[in-house]
């Protein structure tokens, strides 16, 4: 049963003022049939941030990020969203503040880029609603911002993985929220699909002034494109910082159970990470 709005609201909120905490977790984790999946955390996510959640395989990243993203429900503890429970949002109206984009999204093979970015309105207008004027213009300014305007009738079955990518990031956009999940965007792509898709993230959540939390397992791009780190083993959290503390001498050693070293060739380049 879709829980009523807790704002009321019938246009966009508008971003949370950066440094904001935009996601408290308070003793929340997630348990299946015994098996703990993510220890109880206590953790901040604060807005205008560009996020990356790293760690090895089956740390609890996807785990955490379904929660975030009301996908699953916290075995105990709680979640709150600009300082209101996860809970009171209606479904529509939390979608109209947080997108999500799963690692495998559907394979949207019947249908054109333009359509799956429109599917983006689904919380303002519902399935079955007129699009309004306002409708047009999130869809095509979405389109616009991820270059994706001339490939609008374009088979999403005919496009690379990377111009998929940017079609569902579309799709995001033209929901107008104020932050995207993402899980693992780049885990399908090739190294200069990568580059595009993260550069395109960084550059949106500067645009858009969007909060960003990513999962991924590529630390060097983490290292590049993201400004706050976030790290997870065993699903419990390990490191929470700015990027730059995380090369210091050991930590991501301990994170990924691997002696790794960093190095950064030039001073104002990217940081270089390889295993010893």
């Excluded at 996601?23 to 703990?36: I, Q």
């Excluded at 305007?149 to 999403?156: L, V």
Aim: net charge negative; hydrophobic share 45%; proline share 7%.
């Amino acid at each position: 049963m879709e829980i009523a709005s807790i704002t009321g609201e019938t246009t966009p909120a508008g971003p949370p003022a950066a440094g904001v905490d935009l996601f408290r977790l308070k003793g929340a984790g997630y348990a299946v049939g015994g098996t703990r999946i993510l220890s109880p955390l206590d953790l901040t996510i604060p807005a205008g941030r560009f996020v990356a959640l790293l760690g090895h395989n089956g740390s609890g990243k996807s785990t955490l990020l379904s929660l975030l993203a009301r996908q699953i429900e916290p075995s105990e503890g709680e979640i709150s969203f600009v300082g209101e429970p996860v809970s009171r949002y209606g479904t529509r109206d939390f979608a109209r503040r947080v997108g999500w984009l799963p690692q495998h999204p559907p394979e949207a093979a019947n249908m054109t880029v333009a359509e799956v970015a429109r599917l983006g309105r689904y919380p303002w207008r519902g399935a079955f609603a007129r699009h309004r004027q306002e409708d047009f213009r999130a869809v095509a300014d979405a389109l616009d911002q991820v270059g994706l305007t001339h490939m609008a009738e374009r088979a999403m079955t005919s496009l690379s993985g990377g111009e998929r990518q940017r079609a569902w990031l579309a799709m995001l956009l033209a929901q107008e929220p104020s932050c995207l999940l993402l899980d693992e965007p780049t885990a399908a792509l090739d190294l200069r699909h990568q580059i595009e898709v993260l550069r395109l993230l960084r550059d949106l959540g500067a645009r858009r002034d969007l909060t960003i939390v990513m999962a991924i397992h590529d630390v060097g791009m983490a290292l590049r494109f993201a400004d706050h780190l976030i790290a997870l083993k065993h699903g419990r959290p390990v490191f929470d910082g700015a990027p730059e503390a995380l090369t210091e001498p050991g930590i991501l050693s301990e994170i990924f159970d691997l002696p790794i070293a960093t190095v950064r060739p030039q001073e104002s380049g990217p940081t270089v990470v390889y295993p010893l």
